[in-house]
């Protein structure tokens, strides 16, 4: 959740290269507990709602064959095929496909996104002030087993803000990360190669774990972290087998707006149920977003048929 699980947004050359030089891949089966956590008084109430998961997170079950890729929570999971260019949405406890959509159908989507966040930009004024950054890479000094292997911690901290305007002033974002890598696991690597493939063949701009969120998207300095963070991820040696983001935001234009009504209420009781020391971030910070994951098992063996089309399709 994301190069270590963290794609980089382009990735030009290689992809060229993998269509003139042929590669053989392994299949490859990746679960992974992911806890979600939405800030706010609006994440406050989906966080609420969520209740157990919000708390033990969600299982994701990730498995690649050739140019077929499954990922599943639960009862519901999707099958992306990059040869016939199509993803079927499938509800695993029902046996059936629910919904199919072509590549040409996601590009299109994605166009219309980037549209109605272009628009609103331009209505916004200064949408895209110069934003400095400032990256700092620390070895955090500490091993854990995951899996059987050693991982050991590294702490990123990335900051944008107004070119020349402390972060105080202006404003701007934070991303601060604890990212434990192991040695490079084949079947994560295979998972992460085909995230990218996918990435690239429907115009999606990056792999990363929250790059493609509204919350994100819409904002430059949410953006700039976040490109900044995969930058430096794409640089490491080895495999994210556990991570822990967090991204703020500060000041300026994009401070919460308190919904009123039915939602404020929901709201207030929803902060009510969070703890005050999870949101240690800047000061006069507001938390965005908060992924936390595992990987908790990785095999390069597929169960018969696991990858097939409910309903005999394959």
């Given at each position: 959740m994301p190069a270590r699980r963290f794609a980089p947004p382009f990735l030009v050359l290689a992809l060229l290269a993998g269509l003139l030089v042929p590669m053989a891949r392994a299949d490859a089966r990746v679960e992974t507990r992911v806890r979600t956590r939405l800030g706010g008084a609006l994440g406050g109430v989906a966080n609420l709602f969520a209740g157990r998961q919000a708390k033990e997170g969600i299982v994701t079950v990730e498995m690649v064959a050739g140019d077929r890729m499954l990922t599943r929570s639960g009862r519901h999971g999707q099958i992306v095929d990059l040869g016939e260019e199509k993803a079927w949405d499938v509800d695993f406890k029902r046996g059936r496909v629910v919904s199919e959509t072509t590549f040409d159908e996601l590009r299109r989507q994605f166009a219309e996104v980037r549209e109605v966040l272009s628009g609103q930009a331009e209505s916004d004024g200064d949408a895209t002030p110069d934003v400095e950054i400032e990256v700092s890479v620390e070895d955090g000094g500490e091993t854990a087993e995951i899996l059987g292997h050693e991982a050991r911690k590294k702490v990123v901290r990335v900051v944008a803000h107004r070119r020349g305007v402390p972060l105080e002033k202006g404003g701007g974002a934070v991303l601060e990360a604890d990212v434990w890598l192991g040695p490079e696991l084949a079947p994560i690597e295979e998972v992460e190669a085909f995230q990218r493939?996918?990435?690239?063949?429907?115009?999606?701009?990056?792999?990363?774990?929250?790059?493609?969120?509204?919350?994100?998207?819409?904002d430059a300095a949410l953006v700039r972290v976040m490109k900044a963070f995969e930058e430096q991820a794409a640089d490491w040696k080895g495999s994210a087998l556990r991570t822990r983001m967090?991204?703020?935001?500060?000041?300026?234009?994009?401070?919460?707006?308190?919904?009123?009504?039915?939602?404020?209420?929901?709201?207030?009781?929803?902060?009510?149920?969070?703890?005050?020391?999870?949101?240690?971030?800047?000061?006069?910070?507001?938390?965005?977003?908060?992924?936390?994951?595992?990987?908790?098992?990785?095999?390069?063996?597929?169960?018969?048929?696991?990858?097939?089309?409910?309903?005999?399709?394959?």
């Open positions: 493939r996918y990435a690239a063949a429907i115009g999606l701009p990056g792999a990363g774990p929250a790059g493609d969120s509204p919350a994100i998207a819409r967090s991204v703020w935001t500060v000041g300026g234009a994009a401070a919460e707006e308190r919904p009123k009504g039915l939602g404020g209420m929901l709201g207030r009781l929803g902060r009510r149920k969070k703890k005050a020391k999870e949101d240690d971030g800047p000061a006069g910070g507001r938390l965005v977003l908060r992924v936390e994951s595992e990987v908790t098992a990785v095999s390069d063996e597929l169960p018969a048929g696991a990858l097939d089309l409910p309903g005999g399709g394959s």
